[in-house]
């Protein structure tokens, strides 16, 4: 039998190359640039497997093409950026690696959180550009204390669980929101649900971290932000576009909320001429949460990892689209 054949569309760590080169074909896109649309279509066209990334489109003009694909797996939790609905018609089962960055985000979040709340991103540009000129000053680059603050959580998934834990060791009263209410992790970590509205209006800090939806898109906009407390403070590391960066700029300016933390954005990378940039209130990174050694590297195995399974005819333990199994059973893919 034939070795299937499998596309990277990024550099990726060596050990999950090295997973997929024991047993298929594989060909790399070697760059930190994702591919053109173009190439990304034109590679697709003999492979049976795709490993991808949250910037590579997976749509119907990919699937028309990429007629042998028997399966996507993205490194990403989230999979905004491919049709599910295209996939399964074709019976391309689609995979992604929800919990190993679990750890790594939600330690993130807590430095933002810090980060901004103490103003250490500006005090370090403060210091570098010569302006400290005196040793010591009782108002000098003052921030809110963390300890005995309320912190919203929205989307209370594994990420938001896992900043809930923090949050308390750090004396924190921890409140959250989510589609659905949680009755035994609020007994378990020690948090209570509330309305979002409620939320907004207690919160102290608010990390969102719910999953880009047709219900979460811009779900924080100008009466969401309005309804803050001006001293609190908005932390995404979401995606960008749960939040409506217009309408924040715009609190922002005006003073309706203290500063934000911003690990993703609507548009990425984000503009250099992003009114955001210029605001000493915002901390600004680069869509880095997930990026410990160890997160990254079990990330790429277990995006390589679902691949094999599903070529070896194996229910991967990330399938997002399982009706694709009613449209072409395992056993009509296995190749290993």
Same mark, same amino acid.
């Given at each position: 039998m034939a070795r299937p054949r499998v596309y990277v569309s990024r550099r990726i760590q060596d050990s999950a190359l090295r997973l997929l080169r024991e047993h298929c074909d594989v060909e790399l896109y070697d760059s930190e640039c994702p591919p053109p649309k173009s190439v990304l279509v034109k590679s697709l066209e003999d492979k049976d497997a795709a490993l991808?990334?949250?910037?590579d489109t997976i749509d119907r003009e990919v699937?028309?093409?990429?007629?042998r694909l028997r399966v996507v797996s993205t490194m990403s939790a989230g999979y905004d950026h491919i049709d599910l609905k295209e996939a399964t018609a074709r019976g391309v089962y689609v995979t992604n690696v929800p919990s190993v960055l679990t750890d790594a985000v939600a330690e993130f979040s807590l430095a933002l959180?810090?980060?901004?709340?103490?103003r250490i991103v500006e005090a370090d540009r403060f210091l570098r550009r010569g302006s400290w000129k005196i040793?010591?000053?009782?108002?000098?680059?003052? =921030?809110?204390?963390?300890? %005995? +603050?309320?912190?919203?959580?929205? =989307?209370?998934?594994?990420? %938001? +669980?896992?900043?809930a834990t923090r949050a308390r060791c750090l004396g924190m009263r921890v409140i959250y929101f989510s589609r659905t209410r949680k009755p035994d992790v609020e007994a378990e970590l020690g948090v209570s649900y509330r309305p979002l509205k409620d939320l907004l209006r207690e919160s102290d800090f608010i990390i969102l971290s719910t999953a880009l939806t047709p219900e979460t898109f811009k779900m924080i906009g100008e009466p969401e932000l309005r309804s803050m407390k001006p001293s609190s403070y908005l932390i995404n590391i979401s995606r960008g576009a749960v939040v409506d960066e217009k309408a924040l700029v715009k609190a922002l300016k005006e003073g309706w909320i203290a500063g934000a933390a911003l690990d993703v954005f609507e548009k990425e990378p984000l503009d250099p001429d992003n009114p955001l940039i210029g605001m000493d209130n915002v901390v600004l990174t680069p869509h880095m949460a997930s990026a410990t050694f160890e997160a990254r590297r079990?990330?790429?195995?277990?995006?390589?990892?679902?691949?094999?399974?599903?070529?070896?005819?194996?229910a991967p333990p990330s399938l997002l689209n399982p009706e694709v199994m009613r449209v072409k059973p395992l056993e009509m893919v296995k190749m290993l």
């Open positions: 991808i990334l949250l910037s699937l028309d093409k990429a007629e959180l810090f980060s901004v709340a103490r040793a010591w000053s009782p108002m000098f680059m003052l =921030g809110p204390e963390i300890s %005995g +603050k309320t912190l919203g959580i929205i =989307g209370l998934g594994a990420i %938001g +669980k896992a900043v079990r990330l790429a195995e277990k995006a390589a990892e679902n691949i094999l399974s599903v070529l070896r005819g194996q």
